[in-house]
């Protein structure tokens, strides 16, 4: 099929929610993809931070294999192994207690949140339900979480809205102190604004605020969603901000290309959502979650997480030093560039030159798979230099 047909059919019958750009992918292998007229690109994106193996990676296709083989669904009312063994693994690297598998980012905030007021419930009773977010904040976009994200683009059209979310400017500790109220009884944050520009908060200031939810019973609520699973350096980015969280969220980069989420909690909140309170038909299937496994058993390790923070510095020294940058920031291979052209138009001139790179705000982002070979890496970045060249 050719691509003008492909996009007219895409007209036809899909509800037009996504700016595409003009390319059709078909397949792909490592950090290259090639779309329907066999183009090539290097992949700087993975999806949005998804294909955390790069594409069709061969021990997780022999995983997720011969999990299909096995058993490809079963109802959460019966026990069965992949999710067991994904658990395990995310408590024990992460210092969490317990686990609750969804779908999707949206969802395992949507899990946060009502695992969040129902301790508060518990423990002290109606009232206390209220959830600072931060602004400029993305956190999904079910009705709730669009209402948990701090930006008022957000919320619109859909009204009404969830109640019971506050926004406090980041980094800006007074301005969380004057927000907290009787009502409150957690702080939702990322560590790095994803969607928002690639904004990571100060460490003083996420420590900080730790130490104000402690003092007051406030659960600090990390969403990792974008951040977790080696995307930093680190298998969570909280690790290096050396915090606590007491409920932490993943989905992106956990399942290799699979839907997948996950709300992990410590243990004072173990028992909180108990049976008939939350749960979800899909959650934890075991093909995703034997994706997941063989993610983590790549992931989950010294060796190579230190890998993804020296590919990380590699690229954002390199990027520092091409015309057109104003500034290169994140952890990692979350990478946030701060241009002086147009980023649209710098992240449509390296599709074009056979660069897939992503957006966030007025910036250009990158989320290379974390297993990026250098010499990826050198072919992606003289693309975008070229492209820089040409935009300044
Ligand atoms: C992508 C993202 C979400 C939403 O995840 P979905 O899987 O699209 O629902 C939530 N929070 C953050 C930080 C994200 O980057």
């Given at each position: 099929m050719d691509?003008?047909?492909?996009?007219s059919?895409?007209e036809?019958?899909?509800?037009?929610?996504y700016?595409?750009?003009?390319?059709a992918?078909?397949r792909?292998?490592?950090s290259v993809?090639w779309?329907?007229?066999d183009?090539?690109y290097?992949d700087?994106?993975s999806g949005?931070?998804v294909?955390?193996?790069g594409?069709?990676e061969?021990?997780?296709?022999?995983a997720i294999?011969?999990?299909?083989q096995?058993?490809q669904?079963?109802s959460?009312?019966y026990y069965?192994?992949?999710?067991?063994?994904?658990?395990q693994?995310?408590c024990?690297?992460?210092g969490?207690?317990?686990?609750l598998?969804?779908n999707?980012g949206?969802e395992?905030?949507?899990c946060?949140?009502?695992?969040a007021?129902?301790y508060?419930?518990?423990?002290y009773g109606k009232g206390r339900?209220?959830?600072?977010?931060?602004?400029?904040s993305f956190?999904g976009?079910?009705?709730t979480?669009l209402?948990a994200?701090?930006?008022?683009v957000?919320?619109?059209?859909?009204?009404?809205?969830?109640?019971?979310f506050?926004?406090?400017?980041a980094?800006?500790?007074?301005?969380?102190k004057?927000?907290?109220?009787d009502?409150?009884?957690?702080v939702f944050?990322e560590?790095?604004?994803?969607?928002?520009?690639v904004?990571?908060?100060d460490?003083?200031?996420v420590k900080?605020?730790?130490?104000?939810?402690?003092?007051k019973d406030?659960?600090?609520i990390i969403d990792?969603?974008?951040?977790g699973?080696?995307?930093t350096?680190?298998?969570?980015?909280?690790?290096?901000?050396g915090v606590?969280?007491?409920?932490v969220?993943?989905?992106?980069g956990?399942g290799?290309g699979?839907?997948?989420?996950a709300?992990?909690?410590a243990e004072?909140?173990a028992?909180t959502?108990?049976?008939?309170?939350?749960?979800?038909t899909?959650g934890g299937?075991?093909?995703?979650?034997?994706g997941a496994?063989?993610v983590l058993?790549?992931?989950?390790?010294e060796q190579?997480?230190?890998s993804?923070s020296?590919k990380?510095?590699?690229i954002?020294?390199k990027?520092s030093k091409?015309d057109?940058?104003k500034?290169?920031?994140g952890?990692?291979?979350?990478?946030?560039?701060?241009l002086?052209?147009?980023?649209?138009e710098?992240?449509q001139k390296?599709?074009?030159?056979g660069?897939l790179?992503?957006?966030?705000k007025?910036?250009l982002r990158l989320l290379p798979?974390l297993?990026i070979t250098y010499?990826?890496?050198?072919?992606g970045l003289?693309?975008l230099?070229a492209?820089l060249k040409?935009?300044?």
């Amino acid at each position: 099929m050719d691509f003008e047909r492909i996009k007219s059919l895409d007209e036809q019958y899909i509800m037009p929610t996504y700016a595409r750009y003009d390319v059709a992918l078909l397949r792909g292998s490592g950090s290259v993809v090639w779309d329907v007229d066999d183009k090539q690109y290097i992949d700087f994106g993975s999806g949005i931070g998804v294909n955390s193996l790069g594409y069709c990676e061969s021990g997780w296709i022999e995983a997720i294999t011969k999990q299909a083989q096995l058993l490809q669904h079963s109802s959460n009312i019966y026990y069965t192994l992949p999710q067991l063994r994904v658990a395990q693994r995310l408590c024990r690297s992460a210092g969490m207690d317990k686990v609750l598998f969804c779908n999707s980012g949206a969802e395992a905030n949507e899990c946060a949140i009502k695992l969040a007021r129902k301790y508060s419930f518990d423990k002290y009773g109606k009232g206390r339900y209220e959830i600072i977010t931060l602004y400029n904040s993305f956190h999904g976009r079910t009705i709730t979480t669009l209402s948990a994200t701090g930006q008022d683009v957000f919320h619109n059209y859909f009204f009404p809205f969830t109640e019971g979310f506050v926004y406090a400017k980041a980094n800006d500790l007074e301005d969380l102190k004057a927000k907290l109220s009787d009502k409150t009884c957690g702080v939702f944050i990322e560590l790095i604004q994803g969607e928002g520009g690639v904004v990571p908060l100060d460490k003083d200031y996420v420590k900080a605020l730790e130490d104000v939810c402690r003092q007051k019973d406030i659960l600090l609520i990390i969403d990792e969603v974008q951040t977790g699973i080696g995307r930093t350096g680190s298998l969570f980015a909280f690790q290096q901000y050396g915090v606590k969280p007491d409920i932490v969220t993943s989905a992106k980069g956990l399942g290799g290309g699979l839907p997948i989420g996950a709300c992990l909690c410590a243990e004072k909140l173990a028992e909180t959502l108990n049976a008939g309170t939350h749960g979800t038909t899909y959650g934890g299937n075991p093909i995703a979650c034997a994706g997941a496994e063989y993610v983590l058993s790549v992931v989950d390790n010294e060796q190579f997480l230190k890998s993804v923070s020296q590919k990380g510095e590699y690229i954002k020294s390199k990027i520092s030093k091409f015309d057109g940058v104003k500034e290169v920031r994140g952890l990692g291979l979350m990478i946030g560039i701060v241009l002086k052209a147009n980023s649209k138009e710098v992240s449509q001139k390296c599709l074009e030159n056979g660069l897939l790179t992503l957006t966030a705000k007025d910036n250009l982002r990158l989320l290379p798979p974390l297993n990026i070979t250098y010499e990826e890496i050198d072919k992606g970045l003289s693309i975008l230099e070229a492209a820089l060249k040409q935009m300044t």
